[in-house]
C-alpha cells in the first residue's frame, strides 16, 4: 500500500494557482520532516520546500514568496500551496519523508534526505 498519497495537481494557466495535498497513511507521519520536490521534463529532480516536524518552512529560492508549504500532522496532510505559476513550474510534484529538516537550504541537495517518495501529481501551466 502506497504509504504517501500526492492529490490536487492539475493544468492551469500562467498566473494561476493550485494547491497540492499528500496523504501519509503511517500514524508516525508526525515525528518526520517533509519536503516537496518537482521533476520537470527533462529536468533533475528540484527539491522545493521543507518543514520540521513542528512546521517550520523553507524554500527554496525559486519558490519563494510563491509557494507555502504546511501539514496538519492530526490529519497526516502535507499541504504546498501553489501561486503566480509560469510554463515554468509545469513538473511532476511528489512529497518526500525525509531524514532531517534544514535551516541552511543548501543542505537540500545533500543525497540520503529522502526516505520515502510518493507517486505524484502532475501540474501542467500552459496558456
Known amino acids: 500500500d502506497a504509504q504517501l498519497v500526492e492529490t490536487g495537481g492539475g493544468s492551469v494557466q500562467p498566473g494561476g494557482s493550485l494547491r497540492l495535498s499528500c496523504t501519509a497513511s503511517?500514524?508516525?507521519?508526525?515525528?518526520?520532516?517533509m519536503s516537496w520536490v518537482r521533476q520537470g521534463p527533462g529536468k533533475e529532480l528540484e527539491w522545493l520546500a521543507g518543514?520540521?516536524?513542528?512546521?517550520?518552512?523553507t524554500y527554496a529560492a525559486s519558490v519563494t514568496g510563491r509557494f507555502s508549504i504546511s501539514r496538519d500532522n492530526d490529519k497526516k496532510t502535507l499541504d504546498l500551496q501553489l501561486n503566480n505559476l509560469s510554463t515554468e513550474d509545469t513538473a511532476m510534484y511528489y512529497c518526500?519523508?525525509?531524514?532531517?529538516?534544514?535551516?541552511?537550504?543548501?543542505?537540500?541537495?545533500?543525497?540520503?534526505?529522502?526516505?520515502?517518495r510518493g507517486q505524484g501529481t502532475q501540474v501542467t501551466v500552459s496558456s
Open positions: 518543514t520540521s516536524t513542528i512546521g517550520t518552512a
Open positions: 503511517e500514524y508516525t507521519f508526525k515525528y518526520y520532516p
Open positions: 518526500t519523508k525525509d531524514t532531517a529538516w534544514y535551516a541552511d537550504v543548501s543542505r537540500y541537495n545533500e543525497t540520503g534526505i529522502i526516505i520515502e
